[in-house]
């Protein structure tokens, strides 16, 4: 089974931690944000991983060189230019698109979902790809309608609105950097180049089902500010 850490980001919102050292390297209980992911996939069997690299990449190599994971891991070096979300996975294609969906963590998620629930969410639809969501208090969330399908988006704090499939009963979840996509899906994706899976996704569920997971039951701590990092902490300790 395959995975992608998504850890090549500036870490701009944890600044000034992230100024020498790139976000996936920052601590929670002694143990790195990118630790804590990996560990967290192979637990779910997830046995071959591949992570993106910008941001002081050297030292995310270093780290995995010198760590022993039960798992094969890759880097997909972005070194020369940062790809978003969307363009780090059309870079990493050759590690992805090997017959079977996959599942794409962003590196600064710690959370306790089933990631073997999702994943057999995915395989049990016809979905191109398959994201975990909650309702939960976030900035900008996904809009989906009574089948969980992807329909739409919006910006809670600027109030705009992008419909792309239009319902009477839209409902917002917020997005756990999380999701299972099908290796179809490169196929339609812009062959090369920076943009976001959000934009792509959104743009693809005006013809392709692009279906939401609703994990509300689960707990999600997105560790992208310094005062959040208190609050995983409290989570892994009770995770253990």
């Known amino acids: 089974m395959r995975a992608m850490i998504l850890a090549a980001g500036l870490g701009t919102r944890l600044l000034p931690l992230t100024a020498d050292k790139p976000k996936a390297l920052i601590e929670v209980n002694g143990k790195t944000l990118l630790e804590i992911c990996i560990n967290n996939l192979i637990g779910f069997g997830f046995n071959h991983i591949v992570v993106n690299v910008h941001h002081h990449a050297q030292q995310i190599i270093d780290f995995l060189r010198n760590s022993s994971f039960n798992a094969q891991i890759d ?26 969906p ?27 790809a398959s994201l975990a969501v909650s309702k939960r208090e976030a900035s900008r969330v996904f809009l989906f ?18 419909i792309t499939n239009p319902s009477k009963a839209l409902t917002a979840y917020a997005f756990s950097g999380i999701h299972v996509i099908s290796p179809e899906i490169f196929k339609q994706l812009p062959a090369k180049g920076e943009f976001s899976i959000v934009d792509a996704y959104l743009k693809l569920s005006k013809e ?31 995770k253990v």
């Open 208 to 238: 392709f089902l692009i279906q939401g997971a609703d994990l509300s039951h689960s707990d999600v701590i997105d560790v992208g500010k310094p005062d959040t990092l208190e609050l995983a902490s409290q989570f892994v300790t009770r």
């Open 75 to 100: 880097i997909s070096d972005e070194t020369e230019r940062l790809l978003d979300t969307g363009g780090a996975l059309v870079h990493a294609r050759n590690f992805l698109d090997q017959g079977e």
């Open 145 to 162: 309608n009574e089948q969980m399908v992807l329909s739409g988006w919006r910006n809670m704090v600027t109030g705009k609105v992008i």
């Open 102 to 128: 996959f599942l794409v963590h962003n590196v600064d998620i710690i959370s306790n979902i089933d990631l073997h629930y999702l994943y057999q969410y995915h395989l049990n639809s016809s979905a191109l």
